[in-house]
């Protein structure tokens, strides 16, 4: 069964900084990995989609990589703002046929004025 | 307008009570999903369909139900209500496998 982590949980830095979420997943058979982000009360928001066949993607201020033989993605948020704050999702899609995603729990980002 | 509108966007029911949620796309995809989410545990996937004669049950079907009433409509229902399906649901819709989800508002569901 396919378990998608996230690290930290939750992190709170100054604003302008760059900084680092992570995500691993333990069966690396999928088709894409899909970052999300939620601001509370809300829905999902879709930020970037890597296909398995993909490195990178980057849209704006962010950038998301994918190493699929590792298990692992990291989503970079460069020069961060206050508005950023939200929590940040990582979700997997299964390759095999079947489909729906597969989500880590988040990363609850804060970013102080 | 949003693309996915889901309906009621809140709801509390009693124990026993029969509910339906619904979902609405105007993005003309094909695929719909319903999710939940829980504090601590994260979404899990309950239903997709491909498309209206194609239902596919999820990592936690149990105790719901669903109909695709049109490319466009996809409900879920829980023919009877216990507190632990309290929880936000949310659904999404995709325009073919593999491609990007897009996710309604969600629904917070209370079972008291």
């Known amino acids: 069964k396919q378990e998608v982590t996230q690290i930290p949980a939750a992190l709170s830095v100054p604003e302008g900084e760059n900084l680092v979420l992570n995500c691993s997943f333990t069966?690396?058979?999928?088709?894409?990995l899909q970052w999300f982000r939620q601001d509370p009360g809300k829905g999902l928001t879709s930020l970037l989609l890597?296909?398995?066949?993909?490195r990178e993607q980057t849209s704006g201020r962010l950038n998301a990589s994918l190493d699929k033989s590792s298990g692992r993605s990291t989503l970079y948020i460069a020069a961060s703002q206050p508005g950023d704050s939200a929590t940040y999702l990582c979700?997997?899609?299964?390759?095999?046929?079947?489909?729906?995603?597969?989500f880590g729990k988040g990363t609850h980002l804060i970013i102080q004025p | 307008d949003a693309d996915v509108t889901q309906t009621p966007r809140n709801r509390i029911t009693k124990t026993g009570k029969r509910i339906m949620l619904e979902c609405s796309q105007t993005?003309?995809?094909?695929?719909m999903y319903w999710y939940r989410q829980d504090p601590g545990l994260g979404l899990r996937l309950i239903y997709y369909?491909?498309?209206?004669?194609?239902?596919n049950k999820g990592e936690i079907s149990d105790g719901y139900s669903v109909s695709r009433q049109a490319q466009a409509k996809f409900s879920l229902s829980l023919e009877s209500a216990i507190p632990n399906q309290t929880a936000l649901y949310f659904c999404?819709?995709?325009?073919?496998?593999?491609?990007?989800?897009?996710f309604g508002p969600g629904t917070r569901l209370t079972v008291t």
């Open positions: 999404a819709t995709s325009e073919g496998f593999s491609y990007e989800q897009y």
């Open positions: 069966d690396s058979a999928i088709y894409n």
């Open positions: 890597i296909q398995s066949s993909q």
């Open positions: 979700a997997v899609a299964p390759g095999g046929g079947a489909d729906g995603l597969t």
């Open positions: 993005k003309g995809h094909d695929r």
């Open positions: 369909s491909f498309d209206v004669k194609d239902i």
